[in-house]
Every structure is written in structure tokens, then in C-alpha cells.
């Protein structure tokens, strides 16, 4: 494998490292939200809880104005909370949502893999052959082999520079 080969697959392993990295985080944070507000959620749970046992209390002991005014009280503190987690379920489900939107936004798929090049029209209309590039080939190196020159394999083949890829076809003369 070339040094170029090599250089785009560590870059490629990184972007994909990297994105898995941020994608790991925002799911912490997604998560460390849920616990946060979840724990709201468990809190005034408690309250409303407390809050109806002791109406049910107070309810059971006796007919008096101010007994009566205090369970219209806590009555009243017990709609207000339902309507407070009522709202607040709204907004959870309206924040977490929004958050996870924005995460799968910034999450990105994987690269695809680079399509295959396309073969070089042959712009060499003489007798020639196949050759399949083997590693430490060059365009000298195959030039000579074959009784040509440089700027002959680039015309063939259509090269504008030097690079050349293991088991990349090139035309060539044929001997």
C-alpha cells in the first residue's frame, strides 16, 4: 500500500473516531438532561403525593370552617402543581426534542467509499497491451520496460502527472 493510500485511511479511521467521540458526548449530555430533569419530575411527585395525604387527613377529622379552608387550600396547592408538571412534561418533551434533533443533525453517516476510478480512454490508436502497475513501478521504470518514453505512457493513458496506483491499468506498447 502507498504512503497516500496509507495517510487517507488514518484520516478517514480518524473522522470516523472523531464524530463517534462527539456523538458519545452529545449522548452524555442527552442523557445527564434526562437524569436532571427526571429527578424535577420525581421531586414534585413527592409533593403532590405529600400534599393528598394530608387532605386525606384532614378530610377524615372533622367539619370545622377553618378545617374546611385549609383542605381548599392544599387542594388548590395540588392543582397547582398537576398543572405544573403538566407544563413542565411539555417542555421536557419539547427541549428533549429539540435536543436530540439538533444531535442527529451533527451526527454525519460515514463517508462513502471513494468510487472506483474509471479507466483511461485510450487516446493511442497503435498495437498495445494491458499492463497492471506492481508496487516500486513507475512511469520511467515502465517506460523503459516497454521501449518507450514518459510522455508517451501519459498520452496513451491520459495521465496528467506522475501518480500511479497498485493495480491501476495502463495501456502499453506492445513489443
Do not use: W
Not at 24 to 35: G, K, L, P, S, V
Not at 94 to 111: H, I, N, R
Not at 147 to 173: A, C, F, Y
Amino acid at each position: 500500500m502507498n504512503k497516500m493510500a496509507v495517510v487517507s485511511v488514518c484520516m478517514a479511521a480518524c473522522s470516523v473516531a472523531f464524530a463517534q467521540g462527539r456523538d458519545d458526548f452529545m449522548r452524555q449530555q442527552a442523557y445527564a438532561e434526562m437524569q436532571r430533569v427526571s429527578g424535577q419530575v420525581d421531586v414534585l411527585q413527592s409533593n403532590l403525593g405529600e400534599l393528598q395525604n394530608r387532605v386525606g387527613r384532614l378530610e377524615g377529622g372533622g367539619d370545622t370552617r377553618a378545617l374546611r379552608q385549609e383542605i381548599d387550600a392544599l387542594k388548590a396547592s395540588v392543582a397547582e402543581i398537576r398543572r405544573e408538571m403538566r407544563n413542565m412534561h411539555g417542555e421536557i418533551v419539547k427541549e428533549l426534542s429539540a435536543k436530540f434533533a439538533v444531535m442527529l443533525k451533527t451526527v454525519t453517516p460515514p463517508a462513502p467509499p471513494p468510487a472506483p476510478r474509471q479507466p483511461p480512454k485510450p487516446s493511442y490508436t497503435g498495437p498495445c497491451k494491458e499492463y497492471v502497475v506492481e508496487g516500486g513501478d513507475t512511469l520511467s521504470v515502465i517506460a523503459e520496460a516497454f521501449g518507450t518514453t514518459v510522455p508517451k505512457l501519459r498520452e496513451m493513458n491520459n495521465l496528467k502527472g506522475d501518480r500511479l496506483s497498485i493495480g491501476q491499468k495502463l495501456l502499453v506498447p506492445k513489443k
